[in-house]
């Protein structure tokens, strides 16, 4: 009988191996526990990009959402006016609708509808569909196809299926696939690239681009950074794609098929040393030379900065961020910091940080935010004195720290040099405070 | 702008609040384990927009975390087991499975699940089946039925003065702290349940002298309470926000279209015909009581009927939701905000 909240140590844990991770840290196995620490994990779009508003990164695109109106009423909360407000309609289905698939036959005339009623023809209709439809098992790229040719735009599915988040193509790998896939074939520019995984643009200072600018890529486009629908399919003509995200690898080898545009993969990383590596085997596969020291020298004064004022701080991490939280801790552990516990869903692509987190500290404590046990954790239980992620916030009030899951994605040197500054002025701001 | 007239299909309007957030909504603060049988989306919906007490108080509310083989499969063991579980964690006096449109189509049997529940954890089990299409007042009234069935059972003796209210919640009062303005609304000693008064007061319902539903979501409840115990009940709501109360104080003359909840709209209309409004229309998209509408009352259905409601009426003035002038084509008479939370997830100021 649970008396308090599950924790398991970063040593027991890794004795266990990634075979046999405990029930209590695996979401499905139990019921999922409902707290502010948890909203992104079961409606990502309440702060953040969830599919209804990733389907919208198609510029000048509009969205038709299918589904119950349960599916669709926090979207009330984009529907303000201004760009995203302006850019959702719905077709709600009823009990009968449910039950038969009867709605089908109205999404064609729904859509000519809504196109004929735009002041400004969409760019593409996004279609978004929902558990319903996975359950009836909607041909929905047949709907689309119909749609297209009724309305004379192209009409794209997006799977709102939570159902299948645990499956081969959760629905935030999916949408990916989707919103990539209106892309057509062009002649190839040797010196532009993509950049794939995030639905915002990476901030302003990422030193990725100068260093990819300094090799020679003179064409770098996110597709949050497209202006409009004509630069949206410039991408096309792309030499090569670079994946920040794993939840793009699916898009990226359907843009491959489609378009003969090849990736390659970089991982999110706070540990200086890998982010030097990883750039210097990047540089090495595209048969550049990176000139990045001032980066590593400018991450690496602000951590040292960070630590030589004030010390060896004791960070709660969350997974509410952006980045792995494990990794994230991995790097605060060899900074030189303390990491008492660490919330987040531990899985095999993240098992390695563990083994190394297991030997620097091994009696991290390790929770899931989804565990119903979570009911049971006290505010500031464990002792910390900063915290790092959204989540954490919420299990520590009264502690400075940051959230750390803006829209601008950090990557990279810039990343650490983003999180020790911002964790800098979190500290200010809380002397000033008191 | 008039809004969609094809049926289901919004142009202007978000969806408004669905069945299983009024389900929610009625029995958040009753210290009920409450089990959303769904993948995970309704949950954050209920939770994260739906459910304004949410963010301030703890609350055991989970999802089930249904997936496709769990709904291929009917894995009901699996599911109670996982509600055993947690039921080891949070002790609550019941558990509440909520229905989405996941067990909807996959025809769930919530009887059923209630059997090898309760079997299992020797607590009442409620079973509401919302379907994530109807509207949240539908799901509040038969979670609110549900909850009076099961646990107002005894019959005590009458307390004078005593007043059970049905029916508010923040849904339908745009606050979370509307249970204490319609507490001071009432002159006597009211128990307003779901917004201040707990399971025990729900369990001691026969003492009531008198029931007031104050929204079309109490009018089950009140009725079996009535059935049971012979308590007297009455529809009408109390309390109308001063600020809304102020902005059409002087409306003398005018035809005045109200739209909100049923018995909200209605004591508004008193209120203005009181004060010298020619006319006085009220019109809700949610559940209206037939023996209280009048001639130029209005049911709307789909989108584009508010605009026909103003214009049938020839209203000079509308009262609603500011979300509502979307879809007021034509309109030109003037317009007073009147927040209400199911329609545009806003609240009083």
């Not at chain 1, 077709?91 to 859509?111: F, M, N, Q, S, Y």
């Not at chain 2, 919004?10 to 959303?36: C, M, Q, R, T, W």
């Not at chain 2, 004078?160 to 339908?172: E, R």
Request: proline content about 5%; glycine content about 8%.
């Amino acid at each position: 009988m649970a008396e308090h909240y599950y924790y398991i140590t970063a040593e027991d844990l890794f004795s266990r191996g990634v075979k046999n991770i405990p029930d209590e840290l695996v979401g499905n196995k139990n019921l999922i526990y409902s707290s502010p620490a948890t909203l992104a994990f079961n409606s990502p779009g309440a702060q953040g990009f969830g599919v209804k508003r990733a389907g919208l990164a198609v510029p000048d695109s509009v969205m038709l959402l299918v589904a119950p109106r349960c599916c669709g009423r926090n979207t009330s909360a984009l529907a303000a006016p201004g760009d995203l407000g302006e850019r959702f309609f719905y077709l709600l289905l009823d009990d009968t609708d449910i039950v038969t698939g009867r709605h089908l036959v109205r999404i064609p005339e729904a859509v000519a509808e809504l196109c004929d009623s735009l002041e400004k023809k969409p760019s593409a209709v996004m279609i978004c569909i929902t558990c319903v439809d996975a359950l009836l098992g909607t041909d929905m790229e047949r709907v689309c196809r119909r749609c297209t040719e009724r309305a004379g735009v192209p009409v794209e599915p997006c799977y709102m299926y939570a159902l299948t988040r645990e499956g081969r193509l959760p629905p935030m790998t999916q949408v990916r696939k989707s919103v990539y896939s209106l892309l057509k074939p062009l002649p190839k520019r040797a010196d532009a690239v993509n950049i794939l995984g995030f639905f915002t643009a990476l901030q302003e200072q990422c030193e990725l681009r100068m260093l990819l600018k300094r090799a020679g890529v003179n064409k770098i486009r996110e597709l949050a950074s497209c202006r409009d629908f004509g630069e949206y399919l410039e991408m096309a003509e792309a030499n090569f794609n670079i994946i920040l995200n794993q939840e793009a690898r699916y898009a990226a080898a359907d843009m491959e098929k489609r378009l003969g545009i090849p990736s390659v993969e970089l991982t999110r990383l706070y540990q200086l040393d890998k982010v030097q590596k990883q750039y210097q085997l990047f540089a090495a596969a595209i048969g550049a030379e990176f000139d990045d020291g001032e980066y590593f020298k400018a991450a690496e004064a602000a951590v040292e900065d960070f630590r030589n004022r004030y010390g060896k701080i004791a960070f709660s991490v969350g997974e509410w961020l952006n980045g792995d939280p494990f990794e994230l801790a991995l790097a605060l552990l060899r900074y030189g910091f303390e990491v008492p516990e660490i919330f987040g869903t531990v899985g095999e692509s993240n098992f390695v940080w563990i083994k190394k987190i297991a030997q620097l500290s091994p009696g991290t404590r390790i929770s899931s935010n989804l565990s119903p046990t979570m009911l049971l954790y006290k505010e500031n239980e464990v002792k910390c004195d900063a915290f790092i992620g959204h989540d954490a916030r919420y299990y520590h009030p009264g502690i400075p720290g940051i959230d750390w899951n803006g829209e601008d994605q950090p990557f990279g040197y810039s990343g650490i040099t983003g999180l020790f500054r911002g964790l800098e002025a979190a500290f200010n701001e809380w002397e000033e405070g008191k | 702008m008039g809004g969609g007239k094809m049926k289901g299909f919004l142009k202007y309007l978000s969806p408004f609040a669905p069945d299983n957030s009024g389900v929610v909504s009625a029995l958040f603060e009753f210290g009920g384990l409450i089990a959303i049988c769904d993948a995970g989306g309704c949950t954050g919906n209920v939770c994260g927009f739906d459910e304004p007490r949410w963010f301030t108080m703890k609350s055991a509310v989970f999802s089930t975390g249904m997936r496709d083989m769990d709904a291929i499969l009917g894995r009901d063991n699996m599911l109670v087991d996982k509600i055993v579980s947690a039921q080891k964690t949070v002790k609550a006096p019941f558990v509440v499975l909520v229905g989405t449109p996941v067990p909807a189509v996959i025809a769930t049997d919530f009887k059923a699940l209630r059997r090898m529940a309760e079997k299992k954890t020797q607590v009442p089990v409620l079973t509401v089946e919302s379907t994530g299409v109807n509207y949240y007042d539908k799901g509040a009234a038969k979670a609110y039925e549900m909850l009076f069935d099961t646990f107002a059972v005894e019959k005590l003796p009458v307390k004078p003065g005593c007043i059970g209210v049905i029916g508010a919640t923040p849904l339908d009062f745009s606050s979370p702290d509307a249970g204490k303005y319609i507490a001071g609304a009432l002159s006597e000693d009211a128990k307003i349940y779901g917004m201040g008064s707990g399971l025990d007061d729900v369990k001691n319902a026969s003492q009531n002298e008198l029931n007031i539903a104050v929204s079309p979501s109490g009018v089950a409840a009140a009725l079996l309470l009535e059935k049971r115990f012979g308590t007297p009940w009455k529809m009408f709501c109390p309390w109308i926000p001063e600020s809304v109360k102020n902005a059409a104080a002087s409306l003398r003359g005018k035809r005045v279209l109200v739209v909100h909840q049923h018995f909200a709209a209605l004591a508004m209309k008193e209120l203005l015909l009181g004060s010298g409004a020619s006319a006085v229309s009220v019109a809700s998209w949610f559940s209206m009581e037939r023996s209280l509408m009048g001639n130029d009352d209005f049911q709307l259905r789909e989108e584009g009927s508010l605009a026909d409601a103003a214009a049938g009426f020839n209203a000079d003035v509308v009262i609603a939701d500011r979300n509502l002038k979307k879809v007021l084509a034509g309109f030109k008479g003037s317009f007073i905000d009147w927040p209400h939370f199911a329609v545009s997830g806003r609240l009083l100021d």
